[in-house]
C-alpha cells in the first residue's frame, strides 16, 4: 500500500546520493519512523536501527516474537532480529513501483507480542537518475503550406521520463532554427506542452522537405537525453487552420461506466473549403491514455475503450488534435475526472491474534489486532466495524484503519468454552458494502469450581450380617471444570464410631464413590452411624466439598427369643403350685421371653406345645400366661409337665422352647408324700449315695479346716495381746445354694412370693407360707439333702435373723437331705 505524504523541498531534490538514511520521528506505541533510502540499492543494504529507533532493546525484540507485516504489499525489507537492524530484502525499482507518484513510499508495520504492540514504518524511495527521456516515436512528420503564416503553431509529441523530480524531463531543444523556433508551455517550472512556431515563411519551391531534431533533456547528473526526428514537407497553400471551440474541455464518468460509453464531443471549425475544410480528430497523448480513451476522427465523439479504476486514477488530462488536409493543426485539452464508485468491499487483515486464552485474564486485555482497508474514496472508503453481541468482548479502534479486540467482562470456561467472534466492516457508501470474518477463541480453563455433591446428604441403608466388602451406595460428585481440575476423588474423612475409627466400617472408592462396608454389622450393636466423604478435584491448588453419609442399618431376624422366666437350670427343677381348688382362669405362671431382634423381628407369640393334660392349661398367645382353662378335680396328676413355643415373627422365624413344671397338690405333705414314691429308683439311689458321701466328705473338710484356723487365730492372738481366750465359738453359717433372681430380669410382678420349708428332721421344724394370693414355686435340688425351698423375693430370708432357714452352729451338723426328680 502506498502513500504520497509530503513533497520533498527542492534543495533536497537536486542531491543524489548512493545511500541515505535519516529518521523522522520515533513513537513508543502505535507511532511511526521514516527512513529514506536510494532506489535500486543492492539487497542486504541497511535500512536503519530499527531497534534503536524504536527504543528496544535488541533481545526483547527476539523475546517477542517480533515480525514484519506487509499486508498484501511485496516484501521489499527484512528485519533481523539479531542486530535489530532494518535490511533490503529485495531490489527496488521506483518507477516500477510508484510511477510518477511523489513522494514514494513503502509502508508496513512492525508487530511485537506479548503484550500486543504494533509500529507504523515507512520508507520513502528516493529518484535516481537511471531513465533517459523517451519519444514514443523517432520520426514524426508535418505537411506544411507554404502559405503558412509567420506564428504558425505546430504541436510536437511529448516525451517521457520515467524519473520524477530533477531527474524527470526538465528541457527540450529544437534544431536548426532556421525557420522554427521551439516554444514551450511550462507548469510548475516544467515544461509540459511544446509548439513548433513558424519564424520565416517557407519556400516549397526553395525547400519542399526540411528535417529537424527535437532533443529532450532531463536534470539528472549526468544528465540524460532522448530525440525525435522531424520531416517536413511543404505543401501548396492553405492559409486557414482548425480551431477548437474551447481549449480546455472538461467531462466526468464513473469509474464503473461500460466500454463505449461517449464522455463528451469536441468540435473544431476551419475556414477553409473543400479538402482544406475536412478536420479530423485525434489524441496525442501517450499510450496509457490511449489504451482507455479513443476519439472519433471524424465527429470529434470521446468514448471510452478501456477499464478505469478510481482507485488507480483519479483524473485523466486528454490532449486532442484538430488537423484539416493542408496540415494545420490546432489543439485542446479535456480534463475527464473518474467519478467514484462503492465498488470495494473492506478487506479485513488480521495482524496478529491469540487462539488460546484463560478463564481468569484480565479485562481489557487486546485478543486480536485487524486491519482494516477499503480503496473507495469519501464516503464510500469510510468503515465502521462491530462485532456480535451477546459475548464478552469488545471492539476498539486504535487508528484509522486498525481495531483492537478486547475482552469486556470476566470470562467463565463453564459458561462457554469457545467463541466465535464474528467481526463485521461496513463502509458508509449507498449501498453500503460489507466483509466480515469470523474469529475462533478457546477458553482454557482454571481451577475455580469446587465439586459438587448430587445431594447435600446421604442416606443409606444395610441389613445386619453383611459380607464384608459389600458395595453399600455410591456417592456422586461433579466438577464443572474440565480435564485435570474436574477430575473428582472421594476421601473418607476421619472420626469415630462409638471410640472406634469410622474407617473399620466402611471404605470409600477414591475414583467411583462406591462406599463399602468393611466388615459386618450387627443391628444389636449400631443401629446407625454417620461420616462425611471429600470430594477433591485434581486441580492445583485443589478445591474440595463434603458431604453427610448416614447409614441406616436394617435388622435381620438373627436371634431366636430368649426365656427369662421360668429359668431352666442344670441340676434344679423349678415347679409351679397350683391348688385343686384354683377355678377356671387361674393363674399359674407366666413365661416370659424377650427377643434382642427390633420390628416384627421381635414380636412374640405362645403356644402350648405339648402337655401332660392339654384339657388343664392354655397358654396366652400374646403375654405367655399359663392358666387353667377347667376346674382342677382330685383326678388330676400331681405332676404336670407343660412345653411351650416361645416363636418370633420373622422371615424366617425363629423359636425356643421352655418347660415349666406344674404340681397339683392343695399342701406341701401331700406333695411330699407324692414325690417320696419316686426315691427308691435304682439309678436315683445310685446317685443319691454318691452325692451322700461326697456332701460328707465336704462338711467334715470345711469343719475340720475352719477349726484349725479358729485355733490358730486364737493362740495368735493371745501370745499378742494376753488377753483372756475363753470366748464363744465362731458360728459356721450354712447357706443354701443360690439360685436365679427373677427380679433381675423385671419380667415377673413383685406380688409373686416364694418360700422355703424344711424337713421334720432340721432343728426347726415350722414352715412359713406366704400370704393369701401369693405364688408358691417348689424347688427340688439334687445337690441338697431333702430339704425343700421356697423363695421369699420380697425380702432374702437369709438376712433375717429368725429365718426358719437358720442353720445351727453345733459341731456335729445334721442334716438330712433328700433329691427329688420331678419326672
Known sequence: MFFCLYKMPARTMRRQVLFFTSVVFVRAVLGQVSYKINEEMSVGSLVGNIAHDLGLDVEKLKA?????????????FELNKYRGVLLIKERIDREALCGKTEPCAVHFQIILENPIEFYRIMVEIIDINDNSPMFEKVDIKFKISESAVIGSKFDLEQAVDLDVGINDLQNYILQPTDHFVLKLHNHAGRPKNNEMILQQPLDREKNEHLSLVLTAVDGGEPQMTGTMNIFITVLDVNDNAPVFTKSIYKASVAENSPKGTVIVTVTASDADHGLNGRIKYSIRNTLDVRDLFEVNENTGEVSLIGNIDYEKARNYEINLRASDEGGLTDSCKLIVDIVDVNDNYPLIKVMSKTNTITENVKIHTVVTIINIQDLDDNENGKVQCAITDNNPFTLKSTDSNFYSLLTDSELDRERSSKYNITVTCSDEGVPSLSSSVTLTLQISDVNDNAPVFEKSSYDAYIVENNTPGLSIFTVKATDADWNQNARVSYILEDSSVNGVSVSSYVSVSADSGVIHAVRSLDYEQIKDFQFHVKAQDGGSPPLS?????????????????????????????????????????????????????????????????????????????????????????????????????????????????????????DSYPELLSEFTDFTHDKEYNDNLTFYLVLALAVVSFLFITCLVVIISVKIYRWRQSRILYHSSLPVIPYYPPRYSDTFGTGTLPHVYNYEVCKTTDSRKSDCKFGTAGSQNVLIMDPSSTGTMQRIQSEKNILDEPDSPLEVSHEPAMKLILFAFHFQ
Open 64 to 76: 517477542r516474537n517480533t515480525r514484519v507485516y506487509f499486508g498484501d504489499t511485496k516484501e521489499y
Open 545 to 665: 466439598s463434603n458431604v453427610t453419609v448416614k447409614i441406616v442399618i436394617q435388622d435381620q431376624n438373627d436371634n431366636a427369643p430368649q426365656v427369662l422366666y421360668p429359668v431352666q437350670t442344670g441340676g434344679s427343677v423349678v415347679a409351679e403350685m397350683v391348688p385343686r381348688s384354683a377355678d377356671v382362669g387361674y393363674l399359674v405362671t407366666k413365661v416370659v421371653a424377650v427377643d434382642v431382634d427390633s420390628g416384627q423381628n421381635s414380636w412374640l407369640s405362645y403356644k402350648l406345645q405339648k402337655a401332660t393334660d392339654r384339657a388343664l392349661f392354655e397358654v396366652g398367645l400374646q403375654n405367655g400366661e399359663i392358666r387353667t382353662i377347667r376346674q382342677v378335680t382330685d383326678k388330676d396328676a400331681v405332676k404336670q409337665r407343660l412345653t411351650v413355643f416361645v416363636e418370633d415373627n420373622g422371615q424366617p422365624s425363629r423359636s425356643a422352647t421352655v418347660i415349666v413344671n406344674v404340681a397339683v397338690a
